[in-house]
């Protein structure tokens, strides 16, 4: 016969049931949410590149939210297309030209263009490579990115094949520290990077799934983790 303290503590147990699912619905969505919306307000900022008068509350009497992402686009493409010919090629080394007279901003503005032609180009391994290393000392490790493998005097005044690694802080990544490691010290990882990024944003909480014999087990259970609490 069951008693109030077992009907009670039933209860209780199912409660919590009811309060994880709802967790682990609503705060990844939450977070995406969040996540979409300051990309949306971050892009609308640039509708003011148009003039007030073909601004979308001067035009329809309210502003339309995400229409800065299809200005940003369009943007995009023009310049690319106007990059992409004779003409544009020779407007941007005039550009360039100006530029490189300017202390401050031939810094900034070259410094920009290697960084964005590393990150963009398909024949960079930047970042495309997770790995472990021993930082801060020897007898931890840190997660990391492979950002350059040729780097020229510091192999030669170091006397060692030295690699290039990204040391990202959690549980922002975009903050961190620029380390050369002997190549023996460095660790590849099967991890994806986009699973590397999840285990520092989340603190180390989320782990990746590994399986040495193949990804069909670790997908299964990934897939088993992410099923929500039942009543059974």
């Known amino acids: 016969m069951t008693t109030k303290a077992g009907k009670s503590r039933g209860l209780m147990a199912r409660l919590r049931r009811y309060i994880v699912a709802g967790i682990l619905v609503l705060v990844p969505l939450g977070v995406t949410l969040f996540a979409l919306r300051f990309l949306v307000n971050l892009l609308d900022r640039s509708l003011t590149l148009l003039p007030p008068s073909l601004r979308p ?22 310049t690319g297309m106007l990059a992409a010919n004779f003409l544009g090629r020779k407007l941007v080394e005039i550009g360039e030209r100006i530029l490189n007279r300017i202390p401050v901003v031939r810094s900034i503005y070259y410094g920009s263009k290697q960084i ?22 020897e007898k931890s490790w840190a997660l990391a990115f492979v950002t350059n493998t040729q780097l ?4 030669h ?10 040391v990202p802080t959690t549980p922002n990544p975009t903050s961190g520290f620029n380390l050369m490691i002997p190549r023996d010290q460095v660790i590849e990882l099967d991890m994806s990077v986009d699973e590397a990024l999840r285990m520092i944003i989340s603190l180390g909480v ?19 983790a992410r099923k929500l609490p039942t009543d059974d």
């Open 57 to 78: 509350e001067q035009l329809f009497g309210f502003d339309i939210p995400g229409l800065g992402i299809l200005l940003s686009l369009a943007v995009l493409i023009l």
């Open 152 to 155: 020229g005097e510091i192999q």
């Open 116 to 137: 964005a032609e590393t990150m963009f180009s398909g024949q960079s391994d930047a970042f495309r490579q997770p790995v472990l290393i021993p930082y801060p000392h």
């Open 157 to 166: 005044r170091t006397g060692e094949d030295v690699v290039g690694v990204y």
């Open 206 to 224: 989320v782990v990746p799934v590994w399986n040495p014999d193949g990804k069909t087990v670790a997908r299964s259970v990934e897939a088993e």
